[in-house]
């Protein structure tokens, strides 16, 4: 099936190509893409494109897309694959929802004494198991830089710890790497960042602290870091760091100057996840 599957691919390409102004102005508006090769932005554009073809964007009353915004969230989204074959590694949903701004979203959580709490919650980006992805457009226009910020990348993240099962901070591993590797990196720095915080709440970690809610989290922020400020995560986790490295398939990456895994937190885990801009701060969620 691989003719059929490159011949597919050449049709769609040619079909509705990504004109060279309009790549080139994307380029332009995203920081995090000058680290890639010609080779590199050359491929990103191409699965860019894919993407596009592949993914149906809504955007909400308030919000208009234009074709630059819609090569920019293109982009971001195929960034973290860039380097892995060309699996689907985005099956499973096949619509991004996109919000003018940050948006409430109903939260329910049962304490352990059996009550039940209901709130509105102002999320920036929300994944679901079997559904579409949510990003408030604000925040997709500041995942574009090298700060450790990346509204896209964190919420498809969870989309691909998701493809076996719940998110739980263990997405599907590459045949070349071990769950136990993978699990003793991730847990040790998730036990470093929740100890750190436990001493002091205020504490500035090297990483976004919404990383100590649970192991679903972490690995998304982890991910952030790994696209937007990796000189950051190597410096503090440096497990974590190699883990991701393998995971991406990013062993040429140039760097721009600029589970199985136990859940044993007390910041419980859950499948749908949020974040603001400002993430740390308010709408910090408490399961
Ligand atoms: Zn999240």
Same mark, same amino acid.
């Not at 332009?28 to 993914?55: C, I, M, N, Y």
């Not at 002091?200 to 696209?227: G, H, K, L, Q, S």
């Given at each position: 099936?691989?003719?059929?599957?490159?011949?597919?691919?050449?049709?769609?390409?040619?079909? /509705?190509?990504?004109? %060279?102004?309009?790549?080139? #102005?994307?380029?332009?508006?995203?920081?995090?893409?000058?680290?890639?090769?010609?080779?590199?932005?050359?491929?990103?554009?191409?699965?860019?494109?894919?993407?596009? +073809? #592949? !993914?149906?964007?809504?955007?909400?009353?308030?919000?208009?897309?234009?074709?630059?915004?819609?090569? &920019?969230?293109?982009?971001?989204?195929?960034?973290?694959?860039? &380097?892995?074959?060309?699996?689907?590694?985005?099956?499973?949903?096949?619509?991004?929802?996109?919000?003018?701004?940050?948006?409430?979203?109903?939260?329910?959580?049962? *304490?352990?004494?059996?009550?039940?709490?209901?709130?509105?919650?102002?999320?920036?980006?929300?994944?679901? +198991?079997?559904? @579409?992805?949510?990003?408030?457009?604000?925040?997709?226009?500041?995942?574009?830089?090298?700060?450790?910020?990346?509204?896209?990348?964190?919420?498809?993240?969870? !989309?691909? *710890?998701?493809?076996?099962?719940?998110?739980?901070?263990? @997405?599907?591993?590459?045949?070349?790497?071990?769950?136990?590797?993978?699990?003793?990196?991730?847990?040790?720095?998730?036990?470093?960042?929740? /100890? +750190?915080? *436990?001493? %002091?709440? *205020?504490?500035?970690?090297?990483?976004?602290?919404?990383?100590?809610?649970?192991?679903? #989290?972490?690995?998304?922020?982890?991910? #952030?870091?790994?696209?937007?400020? @990796?000189?950051?995560?190597?410096?503090?986790?440096?497990?974590?760091?190699? +883990?991701? !490295?393998?995971?991406?398939? !990013?062993?040429?990456?140039?760097?721009?100057?600029?589970?199985?895994? @136990?859940?044993?937190?007390?910041?419980?885990?859950?499948?749908?996840?949020? &974040?603001?801009?400002?993430?740390?701060?308010?709408?910090?969620?408490?399961?």
């Amino acid at each position: 099936m691989g003719w059929w599957r490159a011949w597919r691919r050449r049709r769609a390409l040619a079909r /509705q190509p990504i004109p %060279d102004a309009l790549w080139a #102005e994307v380029c332009h508006r995203l920081p995090v893409l000058d680290g890639l090769s010609d080779e590199e932005t050359d491929l990103l554009r191409e699965r860019a494109t894919l993407f596009l +073809q #592949e !993914k149906a964007l809504t955007a909400l009353p308030g919000l208009e897309l234009d074709d630059a915004a819609r090569v &920019h969230l293109a982009a971001l989204a195929q960034l973290p694959l860039l &380097h892995l074959e060309e699996l689907d590694w985005y099956q499973g949903f096949h619509e991004i929802v996109l919000y003018p701004d940050d948006f409430l979203s109903p939260q329910r959580h049962r *304490d352990a004494g059996g009550i039940e709490h209901e709130w509105d919650a102002e999320h920036s980006g929300e994944a679901w +198991q079997q559904g @579409p992805v949510i990003l408030a457009w604000p925040g997709v226009l500041a995942s574009g830089e090298w700060e450790g910020y990346n509204l896209v990348v964190h919420e498809l993240a969870h !989309k691909l *710890d998701m493809l076996n099962g719940d998110a739980n901070g263990l @997405p599907p591993l590459h045949g070349n790497m071990r769950i136990q590797a993978w699990a003793q990196a991730m847990q040790a720095a998730y036990d470093d960042l929740n /100890q +750190q915080l *436990d001493e %002091d709440p *205020d504490r500035e970690t090297a990483i976004d602290p919404y990383a100590a809610e649970n192991p679903a #989290e972490f690995f998304a922020v982890a991910c #952030e870091y790994f696209f937007n400020a @990796p000189d950051l995560l190597a410096g503090a986790y440096p497990a974590v760091y190699e +883990q991701l !490295k393998l995971f991406s398939g !990013k062993t040429r990456w140039h760097v721009s100057n600029a589970c199985a895994w @136990p859940t044993n937190s007390r910041r419980h885990s859950t499948m749908v996840e949020r &974040h603001g801009p400002m993430r740390g701060t308010a709408g910090r969620m408490c399961l």
